[in-house]
């Protein structure tokens, strides 16, 4: 299964940074395959980020969106806009949106279904936090989630799971350290049973389960190594079009 390396900008730069990091980074990628590469800038930087990709292995994804087509949710941004944006992937559930806007399982449910409806491909991010871990409640949890986000989806070959351990994910802080890979292979094989068990082993073997939570050049090879590893969303480390090269280039 060719590997996915996804890059998460969060709320960093404008559209001019944005913009400069890309064709830096087209440089870098000429001549390479190894991986299938994504990148999502925020809302403002998505129409010129998709011009500049144009012609590129990059594709375009967006961080997060809403449920309804459109309609009177000030702020906010829906999958049909995304799709109409040249959109292909879009994370849900990342939990900073589940911690700092409340996003529940039953919420994210929603939104995956109107991904689906207009042709997204979406990231559906699950991970337990620090005192779930010390609780012993990771699987649990997990469960929780992929159970409800996916309920009644039933196009799971476009949809893209990402385990990303709340307590390993940087926030900026260049110090946090990631689950170990083997402690990351454990629950990407729990997240594949569980796969298994919703739908069939055939289809479980097919989704690509990414890790995220403090990748970087350093740790990226040994994590990409993992089999049920089979890509990356990269936060901190892809904001430099350098480091997230090299990330890149470790998922052969
Ligand atoms: P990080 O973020 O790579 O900075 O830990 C990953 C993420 O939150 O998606």
């Known amino acids: 299964m060719k590997k996915l390396i996804a890059a998460n900008w969060k709320m960093n730069k404008t559209v001019d940074d944005a913009i400069s990091t890309i064709k830096e980074l087209k440089v870098l990628l000429k001549d390479h395959q190894e991986a299938d590469v994504l990148i999502c800038p925020p809302y403002t930087s998505l129409m010129a980020a ?14 997060n969106m809403h449920h309804e087509e459109s ?10 806009m995304l799709k109409n944006a040249s959109c292909e992937y879009v ?23 109107a991904a689906l409806k207009h042709g997204l491909k979406p990231i559906l991010c699950i991970g337990e936090t620090l005192d779930q871990r010390q609780k012993n409640e990771t699987e649990d949890v997990l469960e929780t989630q992929l159970l409800a986000c996916l309920r009644d989806v039933t196009e799971i ?21 990631p689950a170990t890979k083997n402690d990351a292979e454990a629950a990407h094989l729990f997240i594949r049973e ?13 989704v690509r389960i990414l890790y995220g939570g403090s990748m970087k ?25 350098k480091s997230f090269f090299e990330i890149i280039k470790s998922a052969r």
């Open 50 to 63: 998709g011009s500049e990709m144009k012609g590129s292995i990059i594709k375009l994804g967006a961080q």
């Open 71 to 80: 309609g009177a949710f000030t702020g906010e941004i829906s999958a049909l």
């Open 91 to 113: 994370l849900i559930g990342h939990s900073e949106r589940r911690e700092f806007f409340n996003e529940d399982n039953e919420f994210l449910n929603k939104k995956m279904h």
């Open 157 to 177: 070959e476009k949809v893209t799971i990402a385990y990303e351990p709340v307590w390993a994910i940087s926030r900026g802080n260049t110090n946090t350290k």
């Open 194 to 206: 569980i796969l298994k068990g919703i739908y069939d082993e055939a289809k479980a073997k097919k």
């Open 217 to 241: 050049p350093e740790n990226a090879k040994e994590l990409l190594e993992m089999p049920n590893i089979n890509g990356g969303l990269v936060g901190n480390a892809s904001l430099s079009a």
